[in-house]
C-alpha cells in the first residue's frame, strides 16, 4: 500500500461516549438527541454515531432517547452504536435499546487485565469473551454492525495484536478498532504497527487516537495512511483526559492535504460546535484550530496589509467551507491599509488618515484592548466627515454583566444548560461564573449589538426557570487589562 494512500470509509464521532468521559461533562437525553441529530446531518453518508454505554442503567435512558429520535425522524438506526463490556448480558441490553450497532470492547494487556479483574481473567480467558461476546452480537442477535475495541491496544506487542483480531474477525467481527487508549504512540511507529495489523487480519481496522501528548491528529492520519479505513472523533476533540481527535480539524486536513473525500458537511460544524460547547459547559478554546476565536483574527499590521492583497500569504483554511469571514483587529498593531480597506476609494487626505489610525492605536494602547467595529465606525465618521454604513455592519456593541439569586435547592447544574442553551439560540456563547456574596451566578456577555435584547432573554430564562429569584443586568462600559 503507498504510504500517503488513504481509503476512508468510516467517520465514527463518540461525542455522545468519548465525550462524555471528560471531566465535568454530562449530556442530558434531550441534548443527546439534539447532539445526534447534528452530527447526522454533519458526517454524511461514511458517519457512525456512538451513542452511549447502555449497559449502565444511568446512560441507558440516554440511548433509548436518541433511538426514539431517530425512529421518529426516519433517520437509519444503522448509524448508530451502543458501546458495551465483553458480557453477553450487556450485548443483550443493547440490542434491547434497538441501535443498529455494537461495540465490545476488552483491553487483553497483561497490565489491564491485572489492574481491572485483578488477574482473575487469563488471556486466554479473555481471547473467548472477545470471540463469543461478538458471536452472540452478529449470529445470534443479528446486529448490522458490530465492532471491537481492543482496548490498550498501544501496549500489546503485534504478535498479540494480531492474535486477538483474528479471534475478532473469526467470530465475525465488521471492525476492529485500535485505540492509542493512553494517548503514548508517536505517528511512525503508530503507522507502522498498523501496517503491520492490516497486513495480517482480513477484518476493517479503526484507529482512536487520544491526545495526551498533542498527537491524536497525526497518529489518525498515520493510520488510516497504513491500512486503517475508518478513524475516530469527538467535537472539539473532548473525551477523557485531553480527549481524541477533533471532528472539524481531522476532516478539514484529510480533504485540503490528501485529496479524502469526507462526507463532511462543513457549513453545519460552526452550528453544532456551538451547540455541544453550550451544552457540555466545554468552551471552545480561542487558539483552536479553525473554530477557535483567534483562528481567523489578523491582529500583527503586516499580516493585516499581506493578508488584504492576498489571503494565501497567511491562511490555508478556506472560511466560506464554514460559512465564516476573516476578521482584523484593530488596534495598536494595525496597519493604515486596514483603514484604507474600509474606506475602498473614498478620497480623505492623507494626514487626515494618519491621524485616525493613530488615535486607534493610542486609545488601544491606553486602554488594553482591541476596539470594537462600532468604534472604529464612529471614530472614522466623525474624524473624516464620511458614512460607513455599507462598510461596516456594527451597531452599538456592548458587554454585559447579569447577576443571578436563586433558591437554595436550586439544580444548578441544569440552571446553568438552560442558560447557556438560551443565549446561544439568540447566538451569544457566554461564561457563567459561581460567585460569592450577594448574588449566586453572574453571566458574562460580550458584543450585544442590541441591548434590548438581554431584557428579552433574561425574562425567558426566568420563566423557564422557577429557582431563579431575582436578575439584575448591567452594561459594560469600558474594559482596562
Known amino acids: 500500500m503507498g504510504e500517503n494512500r488513504i481509503v476512508l470509509n468510516r467517520i465514527?464521532?463518540?461525542?455522545?461516549?468519548?465525550?462524555?468521559?471528560?471531566?465535568?461533562?454530562?449530556f442530558r437525553p434531550d441534548e443527546k438527541c439534539t447532539i445526534a441529530e447534528m452530527l447526522y446531518q454533519v458526517l454524511g453518508r461514511k458517519g457512525l454515531i456512538?451513542?452511549?454505554?447502555?449497559?449502565?442503567?444511568?446512560?441507558?435512558?440516554?440511548v433509548e432517547a436518541v433511538v426514539k429520535y431517530f425512529k421518529e425522524k426516519g433517520y437509519e438506526l444503522g448509524k448508530l452504536l451502543a458501546h458495551c463490556r465483553t458480557l453477553k448480558e450487556d450485548v443483550e441490553i443493547a440490542h434491547q435499546c434497538e441501535t443498529g450497532g455494537i461495540v465490545v470492547f476488552m483491553a487483553p494487556s497483561d497490565k489491564h487485565?491485572?489492574?481491572?479483574?485483578?488477574?482473575?481473567?487469563?488471556?486466554?480467558?479473555?481471547?473467548?469473551?472477545?470471540?463469543?461476546?461478538?458471536?452472540?452480537?452478529?449470529?445470534?442477535?443479528?446486529?448490522?454492525?458490530?465492532?471491537?475495541?481492543?482496548?490498550?491496544?498501544?501496549?500489546?506487542?503485534?504478535?498479540?495484536?494480531?492474535?486477538?483480531?483474528?479471534?475478532?474477525?473469526?467470530?465475525?467481527?465488521?471492525?476492529?478498532?485500535?485505540?492509542?487508549?493512553?494517548?503514548?504512540a508517536e505517528p511512525k511507529s503508530?503507522?507502522?504497527?498498523?501496517?503491520?495489523?492490516?497486513?495480517?487480519?482480513?477484518?476493517?481496522?479503526?484507529?482512536?487516537?487520544?491526545?495526551?501528548?498533542g498527537l491524536s491528529i497525526a497518529n489518525s492520519i498515520a493510520g488510516?495512511?497504513?491500512?486503517?479505513?475508518?478513524?475516530?472523533?469527538?467535537?472539539?476533540?473532548?473525551?477523557?483526559?485531553?480527549?481524541i481527535a477533533d471532528l472539524a480539524t481531522l476532516a478539514d486536513d484529510l480533504e485540503s492535504f490528501y485529496g479524502v473525500e469526507t462526507g463532511v458537511n462543513f457549513k453545519r460544524i460552526p452550528r453544532l460546535?456551538?451547540?455541544?460547547?453550550?451544552?457540555?459547559?466545554?468552551?471552545?478554546?480561542?487558539?483552536?484550530?479553525i473554530l477557535g476565536k483567534f483562528a481567523r483574527i489578523h491582529k500583527a499590521g503586516i499580516h493585516q496589509k499581506a493578508v488584504l492583497k492576498d489571503p494565501s500569504t497567511y491562511e490555508t483554511i478556506d472560511w466560506t467551507r464554514y460559512g465564516l469571514e476573516r476578521e482584523f483587529e484593530f488596534g495598536a498593531m494595525q496597519t493604515g491599509d486596514l483603514v484604507d480597506h474600509l474606506l475602498r476609494g473614498v478620497e480623505v487626505p492623507d494626514e487626515v488618515k494618519k491621524s485616525v489610525i493613530?488615535?486607534?492605536?493610542?486609545?488601544?494602547?491606553?486602554?488594553?484592548?482591541?476596539?470594537?467595529?462600532?468604534?472604529?465606525?464612529?471614530?472614522?465618521e466623525k474624524r473624516m466627515g464620511v458614512s460607513l454604513a455599507d462598510r461596516i455592519t456594527a451597531g452599538e456593541e456592548v458587554d454585559a454583566l447579569i447577576f443571578l439569586k436563586v433558591k437554595p435547592a436550586c439544580d444548578e447544574l441544569t440552571l446553568i444548560k438552560n442558560i447557556r442553551q438560551?443565549?446561544?439560540?439568540?447566538?451569544?456563547?457566554?461564561?457563567?461564573?459561581?460567585?460569592?456574596?450577594?448574588?449566586?451566578?453572574v453571566i458574562d456577555v460580550r458584543n450585544v449589538t442590541n441591548p434590548a435584547i438581554l431584557d428579552k432573554i433574561t425574562g425567558e430564562i426566568r420563566k423557564e426557570n422557577s429557582d431563579i429569584i431575582e436578575t439584575s443586568t448591567s452594561l459594560v462600559f469600558d474594559e482596562y487589562k
Open 12 to 26: 465514527l464521532d463518540t461525542t455522545l461516549r468519548e465525550g462524555e468521559q471528560a471531566p465535568s461533562v454530562y
Open 50 to 62: 456512538e451513542v452511549g454505554q447502555p449497559y449502565s442503567p444511568k446512560y441507558r435512558e440516554g
Open 113 to 184: 487485565l491485572q489492574a481491572k479483574f485483578g488477574g482473575k481473567i487469563s488471556y486466554e480467558r479473555a481471547l473467548q469473551m472477545i470471540g463469543e461476546s461478538i458471536e452472540f452480537a452478529k449470529r445470534d442477535l443479528g446486529f448490522q454492525m458490530v465492532q471491537y475495541t481492543l482496548e490498550d491496544a498501544t501496549s500489546v506487542p503485534i504478535e498479540k495484536l494480531i492474535e486477538v483480531s483474528r479471534v475478532a474477525e473469526e467470530a465475525g467481527v465488521d471492525v476492529v478498532r485500535i485505540p492509542d487508549t493512553k494517548g503514548q
Open 190 to 213: 503508530f503507522g507502522e504497527t498498523i501496517r503491520e495489523l492490516t497486513s495480517n487480519v482480513k477484518a476493517a481496522v479503526d484507529v482512536h487516537c487520544h491526545n495526551d501528548r
Open 224 to 243: 488510516l495512511q497504513n491500512g486503517a479505513t475508518g478513524v475516530h472523533v469527538t467535537v472539539m476533540g473532548i473525551g477523557e483526559r485531553c480527549g
Open 273 to 289: 460546535y456551538r451547540y455541544v460547547a453550550a451544552a457540555s459547559g466545554v468552551v471552545i478554546p480561542p487558539t483552536f484550530p
Open 358 to 380: 493613530e488615535e486607534i492605536r493610542e486609545i488601544s494602547i491606553t486602554k488594553g484592548r482591541p476596539l470594537k467595529r462600532a468604534e472604529v465606525k464612529r471614530l472614522i
Open 422 to 441: 438560551r443565549f446561544l439560540k439568540y447566538g451569544f456563547p457566554v461564561v457563567i461564573r459561581d460567585i460569592a456574596g450577594g448574588w449566586d451566578f
